[in-house]
């Protein structure tokens, strides 16, 4: 629980077992001590409850700007409360002037003797929950202003609690970095109790942190960030998932150097034993940038990364629909090697967190019946920087300040998305609104759920993305069903679609539907069909094969339909050969008379050529 720093530790604090601070905090024992001070188990004497006191070194408490800045800091650090945080209860001064905080006392194990006691790496599944609960909580303290700038394995306590045998508190938050926004207003609450003037700070030469998990701006004495955490718990992440630290090297000054300049070793170059699977890594490597701008741009970022991972792989790591929803990322913030629609919101993003508000046996589900997983993780951790560019789903390239964007989603995401029903796809046409196909499964999956006006408007929307082009048989059939179905309004959409925007496609169907006796309401079906292929502007648009069945079908003369067989051997199809073969009949004409109604066509042989060449032409396709 204590903040170390380069500087060589102070004196020897003295020995306090046995006192009672602010008559109320009896001390029982050292928990550990470091170059800021000390920490003791207390107990609350009017309470009877434990709690842990640091105490800031004597030396450091006497001087006034010291004591300031660790006034100011305590109190915006009291003002983290999160489940995964010890949060910090009361601030005070000894008797003798040593400034003191206290803050909860956790029993439980830290990161770091689990990393000892195990003596080799974490699994996946445990080193992501644990990553995870560690986000929640510096994502609340960012929240507030508070950048921690001390995270290690000795400051994450793991605790048995109800089925979460490590459930996470991060300690330490006493002496943290308080951002401007925060410090300002600690700093105002500080001077109207001592009814003076916010007192201005100077910065503190001292760079405060451990070396082996301190940030590359950290080192260098730059501005601390949010981004600074991200570094350290990256460290950490590296560390749980190989059993290693990035770095090795036992010269504390060298590993400053090594987060500055040196390139972060592959997971399986520390660890070769080790599988590690490559989006996971990525998550690691993101975070240990060296340039804090290319890092996940909040602790939000990070854990929504983490919960892709961990539906990629069927892992719970405890997230809940409360958890996930995601919060705007502020202007100019972007996830590095990630799509843009993970930064902000986006349709594709909603798409995602519907994925992740499933239950996790629906998830499992799904993950066996389609590859959701490496779907929806090369979508999120950027695999195409690390040579996976596979992903197949749109992402974002920054090339000399100009965005490419892809514009058709991968099978396996449209796959992906069908399998969450209509809603999942209209969220994921919304980013790829060029992508017929996609458009195409969507059209079928609202006429599946019986929305057959959605699926019409998805059957527009694929014809407006890819203009001219043949649509599917199964989305043709959308239309067909809608037209056929009679009720609703969806039926008059469906033959607007027929007269004009399918073109000839729309016009075979019309003749199909013209003589359809199979269905409910045939008769007003086929009269409908009949009176639309008679418009002048439906006809436009009908193949010559259409046409001249068309016309075979309405001549009713003998004449008529000799002048046609031209026509027909040059264009007809089965259509038209179905009407040339009744017209070999000599008696009836079709119906209840016994003469010969097409006469005409026996004075030679050109029916019999005309049904020979359609039939020639059919056989050939």
């Known amino acids: ?68 800045r660790f006034e100011r800091e305590a109190m915006a650090a009291a003002h983290i409360v999160h489940p995964n945080v010890a949060g910090a209860t009361d601030f005070g001064k000894t008797d003798d002037g040593v400034l003191f905080l206290v803050l909860e006392y956790v029993e439980g194990t830290s990161l770091r003797d689990v990393l000892l006691e195990k003596d080799a790496p974490l699994s996946v599944a445990r080193s992501l929950r644990i990553t995870r609960q560690v986000a929640r909580a510096i994502e609340c303290a960012h929240e507030a202003g508070i950048v921690h700038r001390d995270l290690k394995p000795e400051n994450v306590m793991l605790v048995k609690k109800a089925d979460e045998p490590d459930f996470v508190k991060v300690l330490d938050f006493g002496i943290a970095k308080v951002l401007e926004g925060a410090a300002q ?15 201005q700070l100077t910065r503190i030469g001292t760079i405060l942190g451990t070396p082996e998990y301190m940030a590359p701006e950290q080192a260098l004495g730059e501005a601390i960030t949010p981004a600074t955490d991200l570094y350290g718990l990256g460290v950490m992440f590296y560390e749980m998932l190989t059993g290693k630290h ?15 300049v040196a390139p972060v070793p592959t997971m399986r170059e520390r660890a070769p034993n080790r599988d590690i699977p490559a989006q996971v890594e990525a998550i690691a490597r993101c975070l240990l940038e060296k ?60 798409f995602v967190e519907k994925v992740l508000r499933l239950p996790r046996p629906a998830l499992v589900g799904m993950a066996a019946a389609a590859p959701l997983g490496f779907v929806l993780v090369m979508v999120v951790s950027g695999l195409r920087s690390r040579g996976g ?17 892809h514009t058709v989603a991968s099978p396996e995401l449209v796959s992906a998305a069908a399998a969450l029903g209509p809603e999942a796809l209209e969220d994921l046409s ?11 499964t969507l059209a079928v999956a609202y006429a599946a759920a019986g929305k057959s006006a959605d699926a019409l408007r998805a059957v527009r929307a694929v014809l407006a993305a890819s203009p001219g082009a043949m649509l599917r048989d199964d989305v043709l059939q959308v239309v067909v069903v809608a037209a056929a179905a009679g009720q609703g309004g969806a039926d008059n959409d469906a033959f607007a679609l027929l007269e004009g925007p399918l073109g000839e496609k729309g016009v075979d169907v019309l003749i199909e539907l013209s003589a359809k006796t199979s269905v409910s309401g045939g008769r007003e079906l086929r009269a409908r069909a009949s009176k639309a292929l008679a418009k002048v502007d439906v006809r436009e648009h009908a193949s010559p094969a259409a046409l001249i069945a068309l016309d075979m079908k309405a001549a009713s003369l003998c004449s008529g339909k000799r002048d046609l067989l031209a026509r027909a051997r040059e264009s007809g199809d089965a259509r038209v050969l179905t009407q040339l073969k009744l017209l070999k009949q000599t008696t009836g004409c079709g119906g209840w008379t016994r003469r010969d109604c097409w006469a005409c066509l026996r004075k030679d042989s050109i029916l019999d050529e005309s049904i020979a060449a359609v039939e020639t032409r059919a056989a050939a396709k």
Not at 9 to 16: F, G, L, W
Not at 430 to 440: T, Y
């Open 1 to 68: 629980m204590n903040p170390t720093e380069t500087a060589e530790p102070a004196a020897e604090p003295v020995n306090r077992l046995g006192q009672v601070i602010a008559g109320r905090y009896l001390i029982q024992r050292l928990l550990g001590e470091g170059g800021m001070g000390a920490v003791y188990l207390a107990e609350h004497t009017q309470m009877n409850k434990l709690v842990a006191l640091k105490l800031l070194h004597q030396e450091l408490s006497e001087d006034a700007e010291v004591a300031a």
């Open 389 to 405: 560019s596979g992903a197949g789903a749109v992402t974002d390239e920054l090339e000399s300040g100009t965005q490419s964007v």
């Open 291 to 350: 340039d804090s701008k290319k890092r996940y741009p909040t602790s939000r970022a990070l854990i929504e990364a983490i919960d892709v991972a961990a539906t990629a792989h069927a892992i719970d790591v405890g997230a809940s629909p409360s958890a996930i929803p995601s919060q705007p990322v502020p202007s100019g913030g972007q996830l590095p090697n990630a799509p843009r629609f993970l930064h902000i919101d986006s349709p594709l993003r909603r």
């Open 430 to 440: 919304n980013s790829f609104p060029r992508d017929a196909s996609l458009l195409s």
């Open 185 to 199: 207003q600690a700093a105002e609450a500080i001077a109207k109790r001592n009814g003076g003037a916010p007192q």
């Open 246 to 260: 990035p770095f090795e090297t036992p010269d504390r000054m060298a590993m400053i150097s090594y987060h500055v």
